[in-house]
């Protein structure tokens, strides 16, 4: 007896997107050369037309796409929504995309058969060609410490809390949300997405606590595309993974800082180059006149040392 082909439940979160971004997003969708999926049209209230073009797609395919939406057409926020989306989701393997983003037509067949290789893994990561390891701090030695320490291992399995490091150090994401494949069990280790987040903290706490928990297969190629922000737009220039949510950035900082600042305490981190990292990250946070004095001296240091 053959075994049924797995279902993957592909979760996409979108408020007031552009209409000709959201479609092109589920056109890619649509064209996936695997066809065991599920797409679930998570609705944050919005008040435009991707509204009605996301329930039109889910009368269309009734059999793929469904369209969810909080009650009363509530626009709770990107956390609650993606919980929504998991919530629903009926697959044994769960991923996400925006309205910004669209698949390339391999993206699911190729991703699944690597988590079915690696029977070990929880996720598999498209590594994003534009990025590098490029650390956030300011002292040179450090700096290229850092560097030389880090080895992302591409086309191979990453045994935790590698990938973890390279999130907190680089300048710009290594990997995006909408070219991960992850278990279902995956899923719910990492918990549920914190309400009081907005999209961006939400989603670089999920990413890291998937990197903390599981061995990770980073795939050399992204399988991923941008859509091409309509000229004029208010989307024009910003970064496809943020979505027009209002931001409450204050709190939504204070919450993952706080955090990191539990997750540095916990008895079960017991990596060294980690603890390192979150006590220099934590720093400014906790002393922020303290780490305006230091950045002050550092400055002068390396004018003196310009100078002489």
Not at 28 to 53: F, I, M, P, R, T
Request: include cysteine.
């Amino acid at each position: 007896m053959t075994q049924s082909p797995s279902l993957v439940s592909v979760v996409l979160v979108f408020y007031n997107a552009s209409v000709i971004h959201l479609e092109a997003a589920i056109k890619s969708v649509l064209a996936q050369s695997y066809d065991q999926w599920e797409l679930l049209l998570v609705d944050d209230g919005s008040n435009n037309k991707s509204s009605h073009l996301a329930r039109n797609y889910a009368l269309l395919f009734p059999q793929h796409i469904r369209y969810l939406e909080h009650e009363r057409h509530l626009n709770l926020g990107v956390s609650a929504s993606y919980n929504l989306g998991i919530e629903k989701a009926a697959g044994e393997y769960i991923c996400f995309l925006t309205a910004n983003q669209t698949w390339l037509p391999h993206k699911l067949r190729h991703q699944l058969s690597l988590l079915q290789k690696h029977p070990e893994i929880g996720a598999v990561f498209g590594f994003l060609n534009h990025s590098s390891v490029d650390v956030q701090l300011n002292n040179q030695a450090q700096r290229r410490y850092w560097n030389q320490r880090l080895n992302l291992a591409l086309d191979q399995v990453n045994q935790p809390p590698d990938l973890s490091i390279l999130l907190l150090l680089n300048r710009r994401k290594p990997f995006s949300t909408s070219d991960i494949l992850l278990r279902r069990q995956t899923i719910e280790l990492a918990g549920k997405f914190d309400l009081r987040l907005n999209l961006s903290y939400a989603l670089k706490m999920f990413l890291l606590q998937i990197c903390l928990n599981t061995p990770i297969f980073v795939a050399r190629q992204s399988s991923m595309n941008y859509v091409q922000p309509l000229v004029g737009s208010r989307t024009e220039n910003l970064d496809p993974e943020i979505d027009t949510y209002p931001d409450s950035e204050n709190l939504a900082q204070r919450v993952y800082w706080f955090w990191l600042e539990k997750l540095l305490l916990a008895d079960c981190l017991n990596n060294q180059a980690l603890s390192q990292l979150l006590h220099h990250q934590l720093f400014p946070q906790k002393f922020p006149w303290h780490s305006r004095v230091l950045a002050h001296l550092q400055k002068l240091l390396s004018f003196w040392r310009a100078k002489n």
